[in-house]
């Protein structure tokens, strides 16, 4: 078997020398990936300690504390629905699956207490170890001298494969679904490393795949070209010598006659002048740019008519003007010595100059305009440069030569002395970028294009094409050669190994099956993994009615019952999870007795038994038969029962009800003590309560017996039903308790020094209590009560 990394390095020298440096390649790399291996926490065997739960599922504020014993035997929880179970069970996989996700819905967060925390201890007999979550953390792992860090990738690992805790939502779908049952039991073979190696070889494959299709594309590209053209025959003659992927020592003359191919001239293409963007010049510009806009700020709006109509008033002829003048009257307003003369000529002055030096900073922008557009700005392409630049470069059809254009129109219509220093800025970066994309893809295109205009340029052009796929991809297309190869092998290997770890757990459940059905004619008589490592994996299950077989395949299993298929359920489980080299000790089963009737409850509970020898099993259900069949089996596992308190949705109470009937008998205490300082009733209603519970915990120890003395003398359940419900007193149950003993072999109660006792309970069950007994006779009867009890105890051999 290949089951570690050395394994593989120790199969790989039966292989060939490719085969061998392809996987010590993979191996190493693979290995260096790892890095430094984390260290190591307390070995196993594990047993769990206890479970804390809050403000999960259904557990409020109120944390729900189970504490188990650390060893091998049996811990049976039972809830009615709704009460909790399903909260412990999920809670429980949560932490000890170091958070993996789970594969059933659940809505987690509890509606009254959001604070969650969920803490389990595992135990090895030496040191505990704290797996625990708060709200949404990770899972984290506390070792006893308080040291905190993730949980480690082996309990991970080991939780995966051996799956420690069964919820029922978990694997009920994989009987029903191959695929599914598939992925459950190959789950349980340490498959791991095989399954990391052809990982690895895939992606090997996959890649040398995609080289082989781009060497083997270009090359029958090459071939189809130059087949049949006289003057490349030597050359076509060693290219289908070589293959798609030539010797090295080959490439050379390759080339070789490549070149010596028929060249001719052509001329060269028309395409634009390159430009280069003065940086300089665009500064200056954007100065001279700066200058004409102050000028336009100095001029006011209107100042050319102003101006001239001022000079025609100073300058202008007329008798009119002229007296106007003489008489320093306003030809305006009319105001006599203003002075009118003087101020027009001074203001026309000055008009003029505002508007003379605004003319002059316009000329300086235009000029500079001009002679930028003229060397760093484009101008429009003309068709046939853009049809070969679009020929070449069809990624930048609607890229840079789009822009192209649209700068060139915008260059267009752009006047000099309107343009504004943000947008010749814009312009100039945009004129920037295209021109030295345009410096490279003209020097391309003329080279590409003298390349074609030769008739053998396009034949020369497609070998060295081909040739330089073939290098670059040499080594992922010989690797994929040799990953197609290697990966056979490690397939192979993988099924070898399947199949030498499966062999014994497919015994296991055959077996595992006939102890669950031995009262049926139906068999299992095979559990095969089969299918392919990568896909089409199947499971076959072979099944058979006495003689007659059930044709094997997928859908044998339709012909099952619920029950039979949940039978089979937990027969594919237990041979998974009990596997020697587990760590874990203990089995967590959520209602593992579903849709079971009577009898396979009492298979079921036999192989429990067996296995709680070795195992310490937790089994939770909301079905009490489990735990009868167990206690008739001699079995005396811990009985937790869970409960909801009235009027508290969200909390839920831990009681140990192993031996119900002292159970009561300590509730009947702690009435009285809190009653002793502070009655509640009447003295009347004090002896008929203790007289009530007294025979309640007598009955209850009583009917329990009964139930574990019935199943084991064989007595179906509506049997043991019908007797007890014919028995009405306590004086009655306990004669059917002796003939039930009687009937296993067990000697009967002797219980005559307590015949007082016993009529006052029966009397009292009728009206007939005492009315006003003392202290010392109520006291009697709770310790005769408690001695009756233990005495049933004894009863039975094993307790």
Same mark, same amino acid.
């Given at each position: 078997?290949?089951?570690?990394?050395?394994?593989?390095?120790?199969?790989?020298?039966?292989?060939?020398?490719?085969?061998?440096?392809?996987?010590?390649?993979?191996?190493?790399?693979?290995?260096?990936?790892?890095?430094? +291996?984390?260290?190591?926490?307390?070995?196993?065997?594990?047993?769990?300690?206890?479970?804390?739960?809050?403000?999960?599922?259904?557990?409020?504020?109120?944390?729900?504390?189970?504490?188990?014993?650390?060893?091998?035997?049996?811990?049976?929880?039972?809830?009615?629905?709704?009460?909790? #179970?399903?909260?412990?069970?999920?809670?429980?996989?949560?932490?000890l699956s170091g958070g993996v996700s789970r594969k059933y819905e659940l809505a987690e967060a509890n509606l009254h207490f959001s604070d969650r925390l969920i803490k389990a201890v595992v135990s090895n007999g030496q040191d505990d170890v704290t797996i625990s979550c708060r709200g949404s953390e990770n899972?984290?792992? +506390?070792?006893?001298?308080?040291?905190?860090?993730?949980?480690?990738?082996?309990?991970?690992?080991?939780?995966?494969?051996?799956?420690?805790?069964?919820?029922?939502?978990?694997?009920?779908?994989?009987?029903?679904?191959?695929?599914?049952?598939?992925?459950?039991?190959?789950?349980?073979?340490?498959?791991?490393?095989?399954?990391?190696?052809?990982?690895?070889?895939?992606?090997?494959?996959?890649?040398?795949?995609?080289? =082989?299709?781009?060497? $083997?594309?270009?090359?029958?590209?090459?071939?189809?070209?130059?087949?049949?053209?006289?003057?490349?025959?030597?050359?076509?003659?060693?290219? $289908?010598?070589?293959?798609?992927?030539?010797?090295?020592?080959?490439?050379?003359?390759?080339?070789?006659?490549?070149?010596?191919?028929?060249?001719?001239?052509?001329?060269?293409?028309?395409?634009?002048?390159?430009?280069?963007?003065?940086?300089?010049?665009?500064?200056?510009?954007?100065?001279?740019?700066?200058?004409?806009?102050?000028?336009?700020?100095?001029?006011?709006? *209107?100042?050319?008519?102003? +101006?001239?109509?001022?000079?025609?008033?100073?300058?202008?002829?007329?008798?009119?003007?002229?007296?106007?003048?003489?008489?320093?009257?306003? @030809?305006?307003?009319?105001?006599?010595?203003?002075?009118?003369?003087?101020?027009?000529?001074?203001?026309?002055?000055r008009l003029k100059l505002e508007l003379q030096a605004l003319r002059e900073a316009e000329s300086i922008v235009r000029a500079q305009w001009r002679q930028l557009a003229a060397t760093a700005l484009p101008s429009h392409l003309a068709a046939d440069a853009r049809k070969m630049l679009q020929q070449h470069?069809?990624?930048?059809?609607?890229?840079?030569?789009?822009?192209?254009?649209?700068?060139?129109?915008?260059?267009?219509?752009?006047?000099?002395?309107?343009?504004?220093?943000?947008?010749?800025?814009?312009?100039?970066?945009?004129?920037?970028?295209?021109?030295?994309?345009?410096?490279?893809? #003209?020097?391309?295109?003329?080279?590409?294009?003298?390349?074609?205009?030769?008739?053998?340029?396009?034949?020369? =052009?497609?070998?060295?094409?081909?040739?330089?796929? !073939?290098?670059?991809?040499?080594?992922?297309?010989?690797?994929?050669?040799?990953?197609?190869r290697l990966g056979k092998v490690v397939e192979q290997w993988t099924r070898d190994t399947r199949t030498a770890l499966f062999d014994p757990i497919s015994a296991r459940v055959v077996e595992y099956w006939a102890e669950l059905n031995n009262d049926s004619d139906l068999q299992v008589t095979q559990v095969?993994?089969?299918?392919?490592?990568?896909?089409?994996?199947?499971?076959?299950?072979?099944?058979?009615?006495?003689?007659? #077989?059930?044709? @094997?395949?997928?859908?044998?299993?339709?012909?099952?019952?619920?029950?039979?298929?949940?039978?089979?359920?937990?027969?594919?489980?237990?041979?998974?999870?009990?596997?020697?080299?587990?760590?874990?000790?203990?089995?967590?089963?959520?209602?593992?007795?579903?849709?079971?009737?009577?009898?396979?409850?009492?298979?079921?509970?036999?192989?429990?038994?067996?296995?709680?020898?070795?195992? +310490?099993?937790?089994?939770?259900?909301?079905?009490?038969?489990?735990?009868?069949?167990?206690?008739?089996?001699?079995?005396?596992?811990?009985?937790?029962?869970?409960?909801? @308190?009235?009027?508290?949705?969200?909390?839920? =109470?831990? #009681?140990?009800?192993?031996?119900?009937?002292?159970?009561?008998?300590?509730?009947?205490?702690?009435?009285?003590?809190?009653?002793?300082? $502070? @009655?509640?009733?009447?003295? !009347?209603?004090?002896?008929?309560?203790?007289?009530?519970?007294?025979?309640?915990?007598?009955?209850?120890?009583?009917?329990?017996?009964?139930?574990?003395?019935?199943?084991?003398? *064989?007595?179906?359940?509506?049997?043991?039903?019908?007797?007890?419900?014919?028995?009405?007193?306590?004086?009655?149950?306990?004669?059917?308790?002796?003939?039930?003993?009687?009937?296993?072999?067990?000697?009967?109660?002797?219980?005559?020094?307590?015949?007082?006792?016993?009529?006052?309970?029966?009397?009292?069950?009728?009206? *007939?209590?005492?009315?006003?007994?003392?202290?010392?006779?109520?006291?009697?009867?709770?310790?005769?009560?408690?001695?009756?009890?233990?005495?049933?105890?004894?009863?039975?051999?094993?307790?």
């Amino acid at each position: 078997m290949v089951l570690a990394w050395a394994d593989v390095a120790a199969a790989a020298e039966d292989l060939d020398e490719d085969l061998r440096g392809l996987l010590r390649t993979l191996v190493d790399d693979h290995l260096l990936e790892l890095g430094a +291996q984390e260290t190591p926490g307390p070995p196993g065997p594990w047993f769990l300690r206890s479970l804390e739960l809050r403000g999960h599922v259904g557990v409020g504020e109120v944390p729900l504390i189970l504490k188990f014993p650390p060893a091998a035997g049996i811990v049976v929880i039972s809830a009615r629905n709704g009460t909790g #179970k399903t909260s412990a069970a999920d809670g429980l996989r949560h932490v000890l699956s170091g958070g993996v996700s789970r594969k059933y819905e659940l809505a987690e967060a509890n509606l009254h207490f959001s604070d969650r925390l969920i803490k389990a201890v595992v135990s090895n007999g030496q040191d505990d170890v704290t797996i625990s979550c708060r709200g949404s953390e990770n899972v984290r792992w +506390q070792l006893p001298d308080g040291t905190d860090r993730p949980v480690p990738r082996s309990w991970h690992a080991a939780y995966a494969q051996f799956n420690p805790v069964l919820l029922y939502p978990e694997i009920s779908p994989v009987i029903d679904k191959p695929g599914l049952l598939h992925e459950f039991l190959k789950g349980g073979l340490p498959l791991d490393v095989l399954t990391v190696l052809l990982e690895l070889v895939d992606e090997v494959r996959t890649a040398g795949r995609a080289a =082989q299709g781009r060497v $083997k594309d270009v090359y029958n590209a090459t071939l189809a070209l130059i087949e049949g053209l006289a003057a490349a025959k030597t050359l076509v003659d060693l290219m $289908k010598l070589q293959g798609p992927l030539p010797a090295p020592d080959q490439v050379l003359n390759l080339r070789s006659l490549a070149a010596a191919l028929p060249r001719s001239q052509a001329p060269r293409p028309h395409l634009p002048r390159e430009w280069v963007v003065d940086t300089v010049a665009v500064e200056r510009l954007s100065d001279a740019i700066r200058r004409l806009q102050a000028a336009r700020v100095a001029v006011v709006p *209107g100042a050319e008519a102003v +101006q001239a109509a001022l000079t025609s008033l100073v300058d202008g002829e007329g008798k009119h003007l002229e007296d106007l003048r003489a008489a320093d009257v306003c @030809p305006v307003c009319g105001t006599l010595a203003a002075s009118w003369f003087q101020t027009a000529r001074t203001a026309a002055d000055r008009l003029k100059l505002e508007l003379q030096a605004l003319r002059e900073a316009e000329s300086i922008v235009r000029a500079q305009w001009r002679q930028l557009a003229a060397t760093a700005l484009p101008s429009h392409l003309a068709a046939d440069a853009r049809k070969m630049l679009q020929q070449h470069f069809p990624d930048e059809v609607g890229g840079l030569i789009n822009r192209w254009d649209q700068l060139a129109s915008q260059v267009a219509t752009v006047q000099g002395e309107t343009v504004s220093t943000d947008a010749l800025t814009a312009l100039a970066a945009e004129s920037a970028l295209i021109a030295a994309w345009y410096s490279d893809a #003209k020097a391309k295109v003329i080279a590409n294009h003298e390349e074609s205009a030769d008739e053998w340029a396009r034949v020369r =052009q497609q070998i060295d094409q081909w040739l330089r796929i !073939a290098e670059q991809d040499r080594v992922s297309y010989t690797r994929g050669l040799h990953a197609e190869r290697l990966g056979k092998v490690v397939e192979q290997w993988t099924r070898d190994t399947r199949t030498a770890l499966f062999d014994p757990i497919s015994a296991r459940v055959v077996e595992y099956w006939a102890e669950l059905n031995n009262d049926s004619d139906l068999q299992v008589t095979q559990v095969k993994l089969s299918g392919g490592i990568r896909q089409a994996r199947k499971v076959v299950i072979s099944l058979a009615f006495g003689d007659t #077989k059930v044709a @094997p395949g997928p859908d044998a299993p339709k012909v099952l019952s619920t029950g039979q298929r949940n039978a089979l359920t937990l027969a594919t489980y237990l041979p998974r999870a009990t596997q020697p080299d587990s760590p874990f000790k203990f089995l967590v089963l959520d209602d593992p007795i579903h849709a079971f009737d009577g009898d396979r409850v009492r298979y079921l509970a036999r192989v429990l038994g067996t296995l709680s020898k070795s195992y +310490q099993i937790i089994v939770l259900t909301h079905d009490e038969r489990l735990w009868h069949e167990l206690r008739a089996l001699d079995e005396h596992p811990l009985h937790i029962r869970l409960t909801r @308190p009235p009027g508290s949705s969200s909390t839920v =109470q831990v #009681k140990d009800v192993t031996y119900p009937g002292m159970g009561l008998l300590e509730d009947l205490e702690r009435v009285l003590g809190a009653e002793a300082n $502070k @009655p509640l009733g009447t003295e !009347a209603a004090q002896v008929i309560m203790i007289l009530t519970m007294c025979r309640q915990a007598l009955d209850t120890e009583v009917g329990t017996q009964v139930e574990i003395l019935g199943r084991r003398a *064989g007595l179906s359940s509506e049997r043991i039903a019908a007797d007890r419900e014919q028995a009405g007193d306590t004086r009655s149950q306990l004669v059917l308790l002796n003939d039930y003993a009687a009937k296993v072999g067990l000697p009967p109660l002797v219980l005559d020094q307590y015949e007082s006792t016993i009529s006052a309970l029966n009397r009292a069950a009728h009206g *007939g209590a005492p009315s006003a007994p003392k202290a010392s006779q109520w006291r009697a009867w709770i310790n005769d009560a408690r001695k009756m009890l233990k005495v049933i105890r004894r009863m039975d051999a094993g307790s």
